[in-house]
């Protein structure tokens, strides 16, 4: 007995290189970003065994134009906002800078590890993340709530 599962697929539609303009000229980059997520391996985490320390560790992902995880270049935007959607933070990344660019990206996840300070009695924050590329294109996540598991009522 043979089995189809022909249209079964959950991944992103394959759109192959993408082109981009940067420095007055036309280049492919084959594997520039398309999208940005935030990892399910985000969370508000205590730091060590000191309660009174946490941080909200981001793990932000980039896909490119064939849905594969990729590193990025560009300006990374990160804004976290409380509860009560009061604005907390947002920070900047540089992207293009090469060393900042290899101290943020996790080669074992393949994503960006990007750690916050927040108050540990936090009980959760919403993150949203945004990418502008060195072409002008902006690209932005999801807001995305992330729970403090450590948070006790």
């Known amino acids: 007995m043979a089995t189809s599962f022909l249209g079964c ?8 290189p993408t082109s981009v303009t940067a420095s ?20 508000i985490r205590i730091n ?6 946490a941080a909200v560790v981001l793990h932000v992902s980039f896909l490119d134009g064939d849905g594969f995880m990729c ?9 976290t906002v409380s509860e009560s959607d009061n604005r907390i933070e947002t ?4 992207l293009r800078d090469p ?24 009980p959760s924050v919403k993150v949203r993340i945004s990418l502008k590329t060195d072409g002008g294109k902006t690209l932005s996540s999801k807001k995305k709530t992330l729970i403090n598991n450590n948070f006790a009522d």
Request: charged fraction near 20%.
């Open 24 to 43: 007055g000229y036309m280049q492919y980059a084959i594997y520039a970003p398309i999208a940005v997520n935030i990892h399910q391996l985000s969370g």
């Open 48 to 53: 060590g065994g000191d309660e009174t320390d």
């Open 91 to 94: 920070t900047t990344y540089d």
């Open 99 to 122: 060393e900042i660019n290899r101290e943020l990206f996790d080669m074992v996840t393949r994503t960006y590890r990007i750690k916050q300070p927040t108050q540990s009695n936090t």
């Open 9 to 16: 697929s959950s991944s992103q539609k394959q759109v192959g």
């Open 71 to 79: 590193r990025g270049v560009g300006t990374l935007f990160v804004e």
